[in-house]
């Protein structure tokens, strides 16, 4: 088994994006990135909310990691990843908003979670929603 993960929808290795039901929060779906690497042959993950951090905040936190953990970005400037991490959680969040298709293969609440990105890119003061 490699080391490395096979490239997620966000374009960049070992970066994840989901809307999960929180269970218990008023707004029940939100918004987060992730982490993923494998670690002495388990898998390991980071998550971090995006929608209470926003973009750029989760995007600085999950690079760290990256840079971190994950191999294939060992060594790489923190700034250089967060750019990189914020550009494809943006572009995947507003393509999501813009086709009115949430990416899964579970079929689970898709409209509930399609509801929570366009909630998101709607009251976010730093994405268009054009």
């Known amino acids: 088994m490699s080391d ?8 960049v290795r070992g970066l994840g994006f989901q809307v999960r039901d929180t269970g218990e929060y008023k707004e029940k779906y939100r918004l987060y990135a992730t982490a993923q690497w494998s670690e002495g042959g388990m898998q390991q993950q980071k998550i971090r909310s995006i929608s209470i951090r926003g973009i750029p905040r989760a995007a600085r936190r999950i690079a760290k990691v990256l840079v971190s953990c994950h191999p294939s970005h060992e060594g790489k400037d923190v700034e250089e990843m967060t750019e ?11 393509q999501i908003h813009r086709t009115g ?14 509801q929570a990105v366009h909630d998101f890119v709607e009251d976010s003061p730093l ?4």
Do not use: F, N, V
């Open 127 to 130: 994405l268009s929603s054009e």
């Open 84 to 94: 990189i991490c914020w550009e494809a959680l943006e572009e995947l969040i507003m």
């Open 101 to 114: 298709q949430y990416p899964t293969d579970k079929g689970l609440d898709t409209d509930r979670r399609l």
């Open 4 to 11: 490395a993960p096979a490239l997620s929808r966000t374009g």
